[in-house]
């Protein structure tokens, strides 16, 4: 039995009770554990976040085996009960569990007693995707349109300038109403543009030279090669999605299941950032709130930086920034604080620091590192950092007032749903009977760029055919008034080609469809996706 409140509240050391003080917040906050102080775990020192400061952003970091899945578990359960939906990127297949009740056991019986936690076994409200339906999951998708240029140069791994060739590219086809649903879509875009009809659509902007033209379209079919033109195309996964309530009131927990696409950690960390940017284009300012409208775990953060662009890198810390007021926080999961650039670090307000290893000089330099971007704390954090157990870690949150609370070494508390991975039969199960699975379950191809451009091409090759074949395209010979014969004739022959292009129903088609959209350029936002 857990001591009672008053004998506890005795029990705790000077120090540690100043520690603990900064933490008793008076409005709604999730219990995260309790102080540990001189080896010993005080349950009656609660260490809480409050929840209108989880917009503020967090960093959930640590060494490999040190709890931090447990640790988003555990979060993620208080905001759902809260009524706050989350975000979760499962990359090791091991959180579906969160929609399982856990299992009682004397281990968790007895991180309870050390906590002062009153553990009770429980599942919550989950949604499972997948990206393209690669995998589990109710498939994601988005267009290449929606995704945009500074997007999709992360996943291409385009250099500074071949990414500004592909925004080119974007823009000519956001101006020319040529939708890019999918992969074909673009290749046929590009395609088009070095061609000896189209290379002229650009010369007035800059150009697009064939040599960065077949760097882009050998990067998209060595990534079409590796299976990815499943994740674009539609229908296109609407991001509002992730914001709904369970019937009970719970916030609805979205699992991204990544195991399958493990092997592809570009597409998967650019993936999540167009969510967050179209989430971004989406929700309305609404300031400070009580709670937040969705918190997001951004897990594997590393590879989300790593080769990024200037251009990317400072769309990122932009976004981040930014969507604090539209009540979305994200919370970046990684190994090492330096996984994350300092202008990102510098607006992540929440921290939870599992374990940090020192094997060799650079994990010494890490180290060194990491403890220099906390508060002044009475703790050695140098030796605190490197002796944590696992299920521990040091904590610095923003209070209500939105100013640092004092350093807390943490036992965390248990998680209430099951802390393993549920069966297949289970999740697939769960994925079949959802509202959603219907809607994106099937793909859709949709007349867009490629049918549009091969419609065009088409039709010059028909009139150039019938011109081929009309017998009066011969020319004369002769001088004087022959000759004017024949320049009317030739005439009266262009006008007749134009005419049998113009009245062919391939291109009223085409030009139905181009010319509901031409100049209505799309709007794009941040990194380059489209606006709603």
């Known amino acids: 039995m857990p001591q009672p409140a008053a004998d506890a509240a005795s029990a705790v050391p000077q120090p540690a009770a100043e520690i603990a003080a900064g933490y008793a917040f008076t409005g709604p906050a999730m219990e995260l554990g309790a102080l540990l102080w001189d080896g010993?775990?005080?349950?009656?020192?609660?260490?809480?976040?409050p929840l209108s400061m989880l917009n503020r952003h967090g960093l959930v970091a640590g060494a490999t085996g040190t709890g931090k899945t447990k640790t988003l578990q555990l979060i993620a359960e208080q905001l759902s009960?809260?009524?706050?939906p989350v975000f979760l990127a499962d990359v090791k297949g091991d959180v579906s569990g969160i929609s399982a009740p856990g299992q009682a056991g004397d281990k968790v019986a007895e991180r309870a007693a050390q906590v002062g936690q009153e553990?009770?076994?429980?599942?919550?409200?989950?949604?499972?995707?997948?990206?393209?339906?690669?995998?589990?999951?109710?498939?994601?998708?988005?267009?290449?349109?929606?995704?945009?240029?500074?997007?999709?140069?992360?996943v291409l791994q385009l250099n500074q300038t071949q990414e500004q060739s592909l925004g080119l590219i974007f823009h000519y086809a956001d101006t020319k109403g040529l939708e890019l649903y999918d992969l074909k879509d673009l290749k046929a875009v590009v395609g088009f543009l070095v061609s000896d009809v189209g290379k002229a659509e650009l010369k007035g902007i800059g150009g697009l030279s064939s040599v960065t033209a077949g760097v882009i379209l050998r990067a998209i079919t060595a990534f079409e090669q590796q299976g990815a033109e499943a994740f674009f195309g539609e229908p296109e996964f609407d991001t509002s999605e992730l914001l709904r309530l369970a019937p009970d009131g719970r916030g609805l927990v979205s699992v991204l299941e990544l195991p399958a696409v493990q092997d592809k950690p570009h597409l998967f960390s650019t993936f999540l950032m167009w969510l967050l940017a179209d989430l971004f284009q989406k929700l309305p300012e609404v300031g400070d709130v009580d709670r937040p409208k969705l918190v997001f775990f951004f897990d594997e953060a590393h590879l989300l930086f790593n080769g990024a662009s200037k251009a990317f890198l400072?769309?990122?810390?932009?976004?981040?920034?930014?969507?604090?007021?539209?009540?979305?926080?994200?919370?970046?999961?990684?190994?090492?604080?330096?996984?994350?650039?300092?202008?990102v670090l510098a607006q992540l307000g929440n921290?939870?620091?599992?374990?940090?290893?020192?094997?060799?000089?650079?994990?010494?330099?890490?180290?060194?590192?990491?403890?220099?971007?906390?508060?002044?704390?009475?703790?050695?954090?140098?030796e605190v950092l490197t002796s944590l157990g696992t299920g521990e870690a040091v904590i610095t949150v923003l209070s209500e007032k939105g100013a640092p609370t004092p350093v807390a070494a943490t036992r965390l508390r248990a998680p209430q749903s099951l802390m393993a991975p549920i069966d297949a039969a289970a999740l697939d199960q769960a994925v079949k009977s959802s509202i959603l699975y219907a809607r994106y379950a099937e793909p859709v191809d949709r007349e867009s760029a490629f049918e549009k451009l091969?419609?065009?091409e088409r039709a010059r090759e028909e009139a150039a055919v019938s011109a081929a074949l009309d017998p009066s395209s011969g020319s004369g010979s002769g001088?004087?008034?022959?000759?004017?014969?024949?320049?009317?004739?030739?005439?009266?022959?262009?006008?007749?080609?134009?005419?049998?292009?113009?009245?062919?129903?391939?291109?009223?088609?085409?030009?139905?469809s181009v010319g509901t959209q031409l100049g209505r350029e799309i709007s794009r936002s941040i990194f380059g996706t489209r606006r709603r």
């Open 40 to 49: 010993r775990c005080l349950p009656g020192a609660p260490i809480r976040i």
């Open 81 to 84: 009960a809260n009524g706050v």
């Open 119 to 154: 553990w009770e076994a429980a599942g919550f409200p989950c949604e499972f995707y997948g990206l393209g339906g690669i995998g589990p999951g109710i498939p994601l998708r988005a267009t290449v349109t929606s995704f945009g240029p500074v997007l999709l140069s992360k």
């Open 314 to 343: 400072e769309s990122i810390t932009q976004t981040v920034r930014l969507i604090r007021s539209k009540g979305v926080g994200i919370f970046f999961v990684t190994q090492t604080p330096k996984d994350v650039p300092a202008d």
């Open 351 to 382: 921290r939870v620091q599992h374990a940090l290893r020192a094997f060799t000089p650079d994990d010494a330099k890490a180290l060194k590192a990491t403890v220099r971007t906390f508060p002044h704390s009475p703790y050695d954090l140098e």
């Open 454 to 456: 091969s419609a065009a």
């Open 479 to 512: 001088s004087g008034s022959g000759s004017g014969r024949s320049a009317g004739r030739a005439k009266k022959q262009d006008a007749s080609l134009a005419e049998q292009v113009v009245s062919s129903g391939i291109f009223r088609s085409l030009a139905r």
